[in-house]
């Protein structure tokens, strides 16, 4: 039995590399991504059910990288995140609402001749505008808004239990969410990748070259 245990330690070392080499090579990956992701820019194409997307490389990030490389650099997100236990994914994105011209035509010509021109500026919208006997216009419209989704388990209280959410903010407030459809793809790893079945099969193997 004795001289068995060499190759049982040996075995078992094998293993442990493998599982290490598998760690490393799942690490490399992910930073080879994130870097792609960083360097990526939005692009933006028709779909196929004809309206227009945007698109971009996601992030995967630890905790901590999460915690390191986003949330300290943004209050607001880091806020909101303190609202759940646990954050599976976090996305924040810009978007502008722009329309060229909008008329109104008086069906009744108001009885005197006037034409008033002006520009409103706030930090959550903008527009021109034109105002005369026959009607209005509104020039430029312009509303801006940064949507934040945040998708994780909450708790009602320390010991209460745990519910997958997803909150979306807007820092408009004059946008209003009407509804949300929020699902949650599980994706399990192969029972051959993981680690128990490697580290078994390691103590295996070594107990029958043992007997």
Not at 6 to 35: D, F
């Amino acid at each position: 039995m004795k001289s068995k245990i060499p190759y049982i330690i040996i075995i078992v070392l094998v293993v442990a590399l493998l599982l290490s080499m598998q760690h490393c090579s799942y690490n490399k990956t992910v930073y080879t991504n994130n870097l792609q992701a960083l360097n990526d820019t939005l692009i933006t194409f028709k779909n196929r059910i004809g309206t227009q997307t945007s698109s971009i490389k996601t992030l995967q990030y630890t905790k901590q990288q999460l915690q390191d490389n986003l949330l300290k650099k943004d209050a607001e997100l880091d806020a909101l995140t303190k609202e759940f236990t646990k954050v599976n994914s976090v996305i924040k994105y810009q978007t502008v609402m722009r329309l060229d011209t909008l008329q109104v035509v008086y069906h009744d010509i108001v009885p005197c001749i006037f034409n008033r021109v002006g520009e409103m500026k706030k930090p959550f919208y903008s527009f021109k505008y034109q105002s005369t006997q026959s009607g209005f216009s509104i020039d430029s419209l312009t509303i801006p808004n940064t949507a934040t989704v945040i998708t994780g388990t909450k708790r009602k209280w320390f010991l209460g239990a745990e519910t997958l959410t997803t909150d979306v903010t807007n820092s408009n407030p004059y946008i209003t969410v009407t509804g949300i459809t929020a699902t949650e793809v599980t994706i399990h790893s192969p029972w051959y990748k993981k680690w128990y079945v490697w580290f078994a099969a390691g103590i295996a193997g070594g107990c029958f070259i043992a007997k």
